[in-house]
T-cell receptor, first 110, second 116 residues
Framework: GQNIDQPTEMTATEGAIVQINCTYQTSGFNGLFWYQQHAGEAPTFLSYNVLDGLEEKGRFSSFLSRSKGYSYLLLKELQMKDSASYLCAVFTGGGNKLTFGTGTQLKVEL | DAGVIQSPRHEVTEMGQEVTLRCKPISGHDYLFWYRQTMMRGLELLIYFNNNVPIDDSGMPEDRFSAKMPNASFSTLKIQPSEPRDSAVYFC??????????????FGPGTRLTVL
């Protein structure tokens, strides 16, 4: 079966750095996605990792360790608009099937 | 591109009624997905199609749920009869089939369903 774990909630201060962790145990692995979802809106794509290492995209970076079944999303220079749920999703098996974690609700405070 | 389009955006119905949700994927995308999101269970895949053919419907909760994709630009998710526990946000998503990051799924705005 598939198991994806993320912290339920996190709080951070505007301008700071926050790291959101994701661990997974899946049968087969073809990549890991991070999505951002604001309240009442659809998930939107943030990043994709399939090889070990760090992928940087502006204020957002994502890291993957396949041997450890571990990923994190790093958000720098936090802004109030970054308050949202962050979903870790693993690409498994054949086809284009994504399994999502339950999401981490990030609250950015002044 | 207009992105994935879903209708209606909100639906309120009474238990026992039939509900039909609609989706138009991004033009040129070969894959279409239906998800359900609730506070308790998060985002769950219900069914997905490749080139209009259902590939995996193992997430469809029971026979009350059915989905069709009659052509490349339209899909429906039907619940008959609806029950209060079906209340959730239903998302449609689509993706290309080019591998790697090209398999990114793009989500529609969702349909918020409330069954009274």
């Amino acid at each position: 079966g598939q198991n994806i774990d993320q912290p339920t909630e996190m709080t951070a201060t505007e301008g700071a750095i926050v790291q959101i962790n994701c661990t997974y145990q899946t049968s087969g692995f073809n990549g890991l996605f991070w999505y951002q979802q604001h309240a009442g809106e659809a998930p939107t794509f943030l990043s994709y990792n399939v090889l070990d290492g760090l992928e940087e995209k502006g204020r957002f970076s994502s890291f993957l360790s396949r041997s450890k079944g571990y990923s994190y999303l790093l958000l720098k220079e936090l802004q109030m608009k970054d308050s949202a749920s962050y979903l870790c999703a693993v690409f498994t098996g054949g086809g284009n099937k994504l399994t999502f974690g339950t999401g981490t609700q990030l609250k950015v405070e002044l | 591109d207009a992105g994935v389009i879903q209708s209606p955006r909100h639906e309120v119905t009474e238990m026992g009624q039939e509900v039909t949700l609609r989706c138009k994927p991004i033009s040129g995308h070969d894959y279409l997905f239906w998800y359900r999101q609730t506070m308790m269970r998060g985002l769950e895949l219900l069914i997905y199609f490749n080139n209009n053919v259902p590939i995996d419907d193992s997430g469809m909760p029971e026979d009350r749920f059915s989905a069709k994709m009659p052509n490349a630009s339209f899909s429906t998710l039907k619940i008959q009869p609806s029950e209060p526990r079906d209340s959730a946000v239903y998302f449609c998503a689509s993706s290309l089939n080019s591998g790697g990051a090209g398999d990114t799924q793009y989500f529609g705005p969702g349909t918020r369903l409330t069954v009274l």
